[in-house]
């Protein structure tokens, strides 16, 4: 039987099959460098004299060229964390109110763990889960870093595999987010030595992962409450295709659009660019399941994510 192709070679001609045409302008877009947002820290506005007045996306400007790192603040808290304008979007979507339990299973280094905190203004409590504890680490500092002691009194930091969490606590949490371990093909691009040893079975293998994942997730989640899926990746085998096995296999839950998520006009054919001009729209594509940013499109990303709400 032959070899499935690996390398840098396979890694193209992988790629190529799965976005056709579309590949050239992903690739030369991944290879540029990331657009990033400075989010500024909810719990310290009160302390900031001024705010850049760039409103690219509520609460953050654009990260200047000269940036020099984020600030202390009186308080000790840093001012402001750099993210991916696609990924603060994406753990926007998942609904979090004030006095919800809330499961971030996939946690560090936590840019997505400080938004969903953000919610959790007077009460509710967060977990956030990492099982590398060298990224736990890391976590921790986060957390440290720009939450306020009264508030991370309601925040556990856990490292337990989190494909196995919702057999503990089935049916418990009104929030999960499954910000899945993905082949994240920006980092791959900039890592020769990683390229060199690729192939498809990268994504095979990270994808039943992810299946274990969104499963834990969903059964970890509270009847009605909501749980997202995310990757960095565009690889469709880590993405819709985790999905849909998901949908075949499972039932008590529905897929959602998120609610005010302005959708780029993609085209009916999903290998061709939503607009002409990548700065055209700040939405993200629809896909058969869930939502993608795709940086030929919008210039940011790639950020998958797909929300689901369990049955009542
Ligand atoms: N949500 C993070 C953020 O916004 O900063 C990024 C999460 S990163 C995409 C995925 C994380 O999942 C990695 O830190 C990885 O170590 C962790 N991870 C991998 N397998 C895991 C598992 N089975 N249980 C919990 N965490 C896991």
């Not at 045409?21 to 909810?42: H, T």
């Not at 606590?169 to 999960?176: E, I």
């Not at 594509?285 to 950020?303: A, H, M, T, V």
């Amino acid at each position: 039987m032959a070899s499935k192709p690996s390398g840098m070679a396979g890694f193209d001609a992988y790629y190529s099959s799965l976005w056709g045409e579309r590949w050239e302008s992903l690739r030369r877009f991944l290879l540029e460098p990331e657009i990033q947002v400075l989010r500024w820290n909810r719990w310290v506005l009160s302390e900031l004299d001024s705010l850049p007045a760039d409103d690219f996306l509520k609460g953050c400007a654009r990260r200047p060229s000269d940036f020099a790192g984020p600030g202390r603040t009186h308080s000790g808290l840093l001012d402001c964390y750099v993210m991916d304008p696609a990924s603060v979007i994406a753990a926007r979507c998942l609904p979090v109110k004030d006095g919800d339990l809330v499961l971030d299973l996939c946690a560090a280094p936590g840019g997505k763990t400080l938004i969903l905190a953000e919610n959790l203004v007077q009460s509710g409590e967060l977990v956030a889960n990492e099982l590398s504890p060298e990224r736990r680490g890391r976590l921790q500092k986060v957390i440290q870093n720009y939450i306020p002691r009264e508030a991370r009194e309601r925040i556990w930091v856990r490292g337990q595999d989190g494909s196995r969490w919702g057999l503990k606590q089935p049916n418990h949490y009104d929030a999960v987010l499954i910000d899945a371990p993905c082949s994240g093909e920006r980092h791959l691009l900039e890592n020769p030595t990683e390229l060199d040893s690729w192939s498809p079975k990268r994504g095979e293998s990270l994808a039943h992962r992810q299946y274990a994942l969104l499963c834990s997730a969903f059964m970890a989640t509270a009847p009605g409450g909501y749980f997202l899926y995310s990757t960095c990746s565009i690889n469709t085998v880590e993405n819709e295709a985790v999905v849909r096995k998901f949908v075949k296999k499972k039932f008590g839950f529905q897929i959602q659009t998120p609610l005010g998520l302005n959708l780029a006009a993609a085209g009916s054919d999903p290998t061709t660019p939503a607009g002409s001009d990548h700065t055209t729209s700040l939405g993200p594509e629809q896909r058969e399941f869930g939502q993608i940013f795709l940086p030929d499109q919008c210039g940011f990303g790639p950020l998958y994510f797909c929300l689901f709400q369990k049955k009542a």
